[in-house]
């Protein structure tokens, strides 16, 4: 089956920190894979998104992440943690035979601490 | 920027009354989605429709109906609330069959069943 997981339930980073987040999928195909952040009380903010080619990408905030292929890995990494990036961090995926169904993992909380 | 506009933040309802979610996106886009989320289990997708008048069933539709009569508009229908519906629902929209696709999120509805 098709789905994307998130192992790390809850991680605390102090302020300054470099932070990574893991997100592996299992898929039959390559899929596009997109990171989420919520703010609690908000909805789910872009930021970033993988389709194919260079495997480094960029995102809003600080954030960039990595697609390995041979560890079927997305991970979320960011050099120096802001208190501002304490949130829930969602990795998602979607292939192109399921058109818009976005497949979420259970999310990451993320603590930061001074 | 894409806007999706959830109608209520916060609802609270009894148990067996009948329950209107609406969601409004000003895009243009054909998809859209209602995801339910709860601690620990990420976004499961509850309906989607990639057409007016056309939906999908997503991983978890029991005890959920949806409508979308015009492009913009996506509710999703509680039919007889219960108490395991308690939850926050998010709506979300996206282009169909881009490449350079994501899906744009409203605030959430904390919905609480008494």
């Known amino acids: 089956a098709q789905s994307v997981t998130q192992p790390d339930i809850h991680i605390t980073v102090s302020e300054g920190a470099s932070l990574e987040l893991r997100c592996n999928y299992s898929y039959g195909a390559t899929p596009y894979l997109f990171w989420y952040v919520q703010s609690p009380g908000q909805g789910l903010q872009l930021l970033l998104k993988?389709?194919?080619?260079?495997?480094l990408v960029q995102g809003i905030k600080g954030f960039e992440a990595e697609f390995k292929r041979s560890q079927s890995s997305f991970n979320l990494r960011k050099p120096s943690v802001h208190w501002s990036d304490a949130a829930e961090y969602f990795c998602?995926?979607?292939?192109?035979?399921?058109?818009?169904?976005?497949?979420f993992g259970a999310g990451t909380q993320v603590v930061v601490t001074p | 920027d894409v806007k999706v506009t959830q109608s209520s933040r916060y609802l609270v309802k009894r148990t067996g009354e009948k329950v209107f979610l609406e969601c409004v996106q000003d895009?243009?886009?054909?998809?859209m989605f209602w995801y339910r989320q709860d601690p620990g289990l990420g976004l499961r997708l509850i309906y989607f429709?990639?057409?007016?008048?056309?939906?999908e069933k997503g991983d978890i539709p029991e005890g959920y109906s949806v409508s979308r009569e015009k492009k913009e508009r996506f509710s999703l229908i509680l039919e007889s609330a219960s108490t395991n519906q308690t939850s926050m629902y998010l709506c979300a929209s996206s282009l169909s069959g881009a490449r350079d696709t994501e899906a744009f999120f409203g605030q959430g509805t904390r919905l609480t069943v008494v």
């Open positions: 895009m243009d886009h054909e998809n």
């Open positions: 993988y389709f194919s080619g260079d495997t």
């Open positions: 429709s990639y057409d007016v008048k056309m939906k």
């Open positions: 998602a995926g979607m292939t192109t035979d399921s058109w818009g169904k976005f497949q």
